[in-house]
Structure formats: C-alpha cells, structure tokens
C-alpha cells in the first residue's frame, strides 16, 4: 500500500450508530473505490418527543491513492 486518503463524511440512519457507519461506508463505495480504513470520530443522534429518530456518526474514510 502506497499512499493514502483520507475524507471525513457523516453516516445517518434511523436504526444505530453501526448501521449509520455502514451506511456511509455503503454510499462512498459507490464513487470511491479501495476504501481500506474507517475511523468513527464522533457518535451523536437527534432525539424527537423523547426518543432518538436519527443516529449519527462523524467519521473518517481512508482509501489507497491511485494513479
């Protein structure tokens, strides 16, 4: 492994915290290719009437540079 990237992206999801990370690792497959690290950074949720309806993660995803 040569070189790495690094992007920060936000993962959602309405079910927890894992999900929301493999929900973003899903989505930045589709347009980047070689992911090879994550790094959850911070976990947060936004709560309605008393019960969390959305869990976040902040995180970082490493992938191999190409030429």
Do not use: C, P
């Amino acid at each position: 492994m040569g070189a790495m990237i690094v992007r920060e992206m936000v993962g959602t999801s309405s079910h927890s915290w894992s999900d929301a990370a493999r929900q973003a690792v899903t989505l930045a497959s589709k347009t980047v290719r070689n992911i090879r690290t994550v790094e959850v950074i911070q976990s947060t949720a936004r709560v309605e009437n008393g019960e969390i309806v959305e869990y976040r993660v902040q995180m970082k995803i490493g992938f191999e540079y190409e030429e």
